[in-house]
């Protein structure tokens, strides 16, 4: 680990210096603390989030001379704590979020020492480049080691139990202290008492990083996993199968395991797309990886059993993708999520089977109309459905049938890409239109007569707006 001094020169950044000579001007100080010193140590840059605190003086006054002297935007965060925002959205300093707090008790060592990890307990002085580090945060930090300063604070904010884990994803912390993981184990379910929107964006920022699955193994291994969706434990009851060589509780997790794993073999424009950001919370993958928790919630409700002329008895799960959509709802509004992320999830799952139907050998009709289905969230559901094959590996299943669902999956994304131009065609007719060529009214009939001609057109029946016409006399002038 570097020693903080030879950050020096980081510190002489024109935000960070008029931070400290705003404050000087009240009298007060000015300090880099938590997340902002823990990612300057570990990666020697300053992060586009600067957390300060100041004392003998006030936040508020020094975040809007901040904000009115840099051209920022203020955000009050807490009033009652006195934490504000300055957002910067223009000129050199675009994208970076200053946080700026009152010390707790107007003391650096209180403020410190309400913190809920060691290395989101440092602070560094702005004038000196000295690291302040009460509680060892640095050590622990060079171990890669997520230790809480103390469990009152932990408990303080039961958010802060989901925090663990999300900033041990961010660091890609090797372990997470035992005694953390009690306090999690023993209190998890008090995490409810916080805002649904603050856990929603807490998941989200952990889910969002690219190697998450080690830490949401280890929330599962303490139980805060199904605190936060109830519907994983009903799986635990459901063992291994000839088709599964896992649980589905493990199976489940699997599934995250292997979108991380897979995501490189994908094409690359498969990987840029996954990659975006759906919110500004959560990318694509992140809910991908969502989903993944999800998308078998269905299966207990469904489980049957019946004879098969080859295995014998084998369970069923008739209609699990459907049930499983309707029961994402209520838990994903508890978690206050938009309608769209809603929709898209309800969509992933209920759709995660439709992908492995098809391949290169797939008639181009079915395999547009799979694409015209999913629209712009085929590649989502084309993982989700290649994590999904890999993370069911039982002994029913042949290797020659596995490689030819990886290669298919694979073939899908990568074909996608290929009918863009043909998927892309503008429509050469609307509803108005037929309602004219075919002298009928409004209604649903409508919209099946426009994907029939959508598709006509690209499988190029059809090209321009009289051969359209034409075709639509042909089929429907009669009926």
Known sequence: MNSALSFHTKLSHPLIQTVLALAEQQGGQAYLVGGAVRDLLLTGQLPLDLDFTVLNCSAATVAKELADTQGGHLVPLDWDFGIHRVVFT??????????????????????LARRDLTINAMAMNLTTGQLIDPFNGQADLGAKTIRMVS?????????????????????????????????VAAHGAKIWDSAAERVQYEFFRLLSVERCFPYLKMMAD????????????????????????????????ELVRQSERLIAECPQATQDWVRQAFTPAVTRFGLIKLACLLHDIGKPATMGTREDAVHGQRLTFYGHEEVGEEMADPLLKRWKVSNEIRAYIKKLIRWHLYPCQFGPDSPRKSVLKYYRRMGEDTLDVTLLALADRHSACGDWLSQADFDKA?????????????EASALNLPRLLNGNDLMRILNVGPGPHLKDMLEALQEAQQLGEVQDGPQAEVWVLARYGHS
């Open 406 to 418: 990886h290669e298919a999956h694979l073939w899908l994304m990568a074909n996608y890409e290929r």
């Open 90 to 111: 223009e000129g050199e300093q675009a994208g970076l979020n200053v946080d700026l707090a009152d010390a707790l008790d107007n003391s650096l060592d209180a403020d």
């Open 151 to 183: 469990e009152f604070n932990l408990l303080d904010d039961p958010l802060r139990m989901l925090r663990v884990f999300r900033v041990a994803a961010t660091i890609q912390a090797a372990s997470i202290d035992e005694a953390t993981l009690a306090v």
């Open 222 to 253: 303490c139980g805060l996993l199904e605190v936060l969706i109830p519907d994983l434990t009903p799986m635990k009851a459901i063992g291994s199968s000839g088709f599964h060589h896992l649980g589905l509780f493990d199976h489940t997790l």
